[in-house]
Nanobody
Framework: QVQLAESGGGLVQAGGSLRLSCEAS????????MAWFRQAPGKEREFVAA????????YYTDSVKGRFTISRDDAKNTMYLQMNSLKLEDTAIYYC???????????????????WGQGTQVTVSS
């Protein structure tokens, strides 16, 4: 069992930066792939970024490549999402997720993740 809690969301102007954190508890965290998904009003939940259990592999959706960086600090049981050059279209609720089933071929598939946080709101203003 893994419990997840996101923090770091807020209101930021376009072009600004935010760092999201996802603190995890539970014995299986260290062996779990981790990911960020987001959901904007009226839209489906979409994949943002993922990191393998080892931290050696990272994956991003095309719209955030070069702007967002995912990382994990297993000593702190925490995953991060550094978001730079934020755009209006990045506005959404951001969720962290964990699971032991994702592989390189399906890191972006939300049904592969077993544990989810409650979400943190990110609002980008013009």
């Amino acid at each position: 069992q893994v419990q997840l809690a996101e923090s770091g969301g807020g209101l930021v102007q376009a072009g600004g930066s935010l760092r999201l954190s996802c603190e995890a508890s539970g014995r299986t965290y260290a062996s779990s792939a981790m990911a960020w998904f987001r959901q904007a009003p009226g839209k489906e939940r979409e994949f943002v970024a993922a990191i393998s259990w080892s931290g050696h592999s990272t994956y991003y959706t095309d719209s955030v490549k070069g702007r967002f960086t995912i990382s994990r600090d297993d000593a702190k049981n925490t995953m991060y999402l550094q978001m730079n050059s934020l755009k209006l279209e990045d506005t959404a609720i951001y969720y962290c997720a964990a699971g032991r089933r994702p592989t390189a071929q399906n890191m972006g598939v939300h049904s592969m993740y077993d544990y989810w946080g409650q979400g943190t709101q990110v609002t980008v203003s013009s």
